[in-house]
């Protein structure tokens, strides 16, 4: 019979907390997007940021890739597919042939 885990037993102190963080990383997250989309963060700087950053480097690939202007679903698809980059990627797990590829095919 498998071992189910259990999740650690947090006090109300210890969740208010960790929900606080979860909200200042989405929002964090957002905002990066934001900056992406509108163009004032190129995708070097970016990855320099994801490297200084934990919730920037725990964005998916998909959703940096889509939130590029002219980028949509099917094009980022198309993209990570050429780049073979599963879906379910994150930033921080794309290798220097993943980010090679990236750049060959989003930097104009």
Same mark, same amino acid.
């Given at each position: 019979m498998p071992v189910t885990p259990t999740p650690p037993t947090l @006090?109300? +102190?210890?969740? $208010? /907390? =960790? @929900?606080? *963080? %979860?909200? %200042?990383?989405?929002? !964090?997250? %957002?905002? $990066?997007?934001? *900056?992406?989309?509108?163009? /004032? *963060? @190129? #995708?070097?700087? #970016?990855? +320099? #940021? =994801?490297?200084?950053? /934990?919730? $920037? %480097?725990?964005? !998916?690939?998909?959703? *940096?890739? @889509?939130? #590029?202007? =002219?980028?949509?679903?099917v094009k980022a698809e198309r993209i990570m597919n050429k780049a073979q980059i599963a879906k379910t990627r994150r930033i921080r797990g794309l290798g220097p042939k993943q980010r090679a590829e990236l750049f060959r095919a989003l930097v104009r």
């Open positions: @006090s109300q +102190e210890q969740r $208010v /907390e =960790a @929900s606080r *963080l %979860a909200v %200042a990383n989405r929002r !964090r997250r %957002a905002e $990066v997007k934001r *900056l992406v989309k509108n163009g /004032e *963060l @190129s #995708l070097e700087e #970016l990855f +320099e #940021l =994801a490297d200084r950053e /934990e919730c $920037v %480097a725990q964005m !998916r690939a998909h959703d *940096l890739i @889509s939130a #590029l202007p =002219a980028i949509g679903d």
